[in-house]
């Protein structure tokens, strides 16, 4: 089955950049798509189809693509960034939607 | 404004049935793909199974195939998950959310309904 690697922590100091990693086979040929899920609240997407964001979401929120490797980059991290994060494909060949394994981003 | 609401949740025994529904509104219900995802108790999201805009087709994860079933009344607004055979490994908050297409991703999501298989 297919599968999606997330880092499963990402650490980062206010005003800083997080960036976390989603590496999977052939991801170049898929559109990425990255939620945001805080404790106890339903998960919230803040970029799709590799670098798009949706209504609301601030700019400070990007995605990337590069090879197997999509990027979120969170810049000028503040205490509301705080949360779960997970990358997402429709993998075409197995008609699946995979999830990554999350990346838990906690602001120093 | 969107809204979708799951129910049906409940605590059951391993072996028996159970079917969830999602109530949805403020957005065209028959124009959108429903999903199910779950997440087992501080686990992350496990997909489990699509139903197309007009109900013509069906995936599922590799988990629940010939377990569960997805089916949904356009007419209703309504999207449905019939869950058979539930084992402990089901146990979950389970997702309904929307998506227009593959490359706009799943851009909505309800709050969730707890499902608890335990004997």
């Known amino acids: 089955s297919y599968v999606l690697a997330q880092p499963p922590s990402v650490s980062v100091a206010p005003g800083q950049t997080a960036r976390i990693t989603c590496g999977g086979n052939?991801?170049?040929?898929?559109?990425v798509h990255w939620y945001q899920q805080k404790p106890g609240q339903a998960p919230l997407m803040v970029v799709y189809?590799?670098?798009d964001r949706p209504s609301g979401i601030p700019e400070r929120f990007s995605g990337s693509k590069s090879g197997n490797m999509a990027t979120l980059t969170i810049s000028r991290v503040d205490a509301g960034d705080e949360a779960d994060y997970f990358c997402?494909?429709?993998?075409?060949?197995?008609?699946?939607?995979?999830f990554g394994s999350g990346t838990e981003v906690t602001v120093l | 404004q969107v809204h979708l609401v799951e129910s049906g949740g409940d605590v059951v025994q391993p072996g028996r049935s159970l079917r969830l529904s999602c109530s949805a509104s403020?957005?065209?219900?028959?124009?959108?793909?429903m999903h199910w995802v779950r997440q087992a108790p501080g686990k992350g999201l496990e997909w489990v199974a699509v139903?197309?805009?007009?109900?013509?087709?069906?995936y599922y994860a590799d988990s629940v195939t010939g377990r569960f079933t997805v089916s949904r009344d356009n007419s209703e607004n309504t999207l449905y998950l019939q869950m058979n055979s539930l084992r402990g490994e089901d146990t979950a908050v389970y997702y309904c959310?929307?998506?227009?297409?593959?490359?706009?991703?799943?851009?909505?999501w309800g709050q969730g309904t707890p499902v608890t298989v335990s004997s």
């Open positions: 959310a929307r998506e227009l297409s593959v490359s706009h991703g799943i851009d909505f």
């Open positions: 403020g957005f065209i219900f028959s124009s959108y793909a």
């Open positions: 139903m197309s805009y007009d109900g013509s087709v069906e």
């Open positions: 052939n991801i170049g040929s898929e559109s």
């Open positions: 189809d590799d670098n």
């Open positions: 997402q494909v429709w993998h075409s060949r197995s008609n699946h939607y995979v």
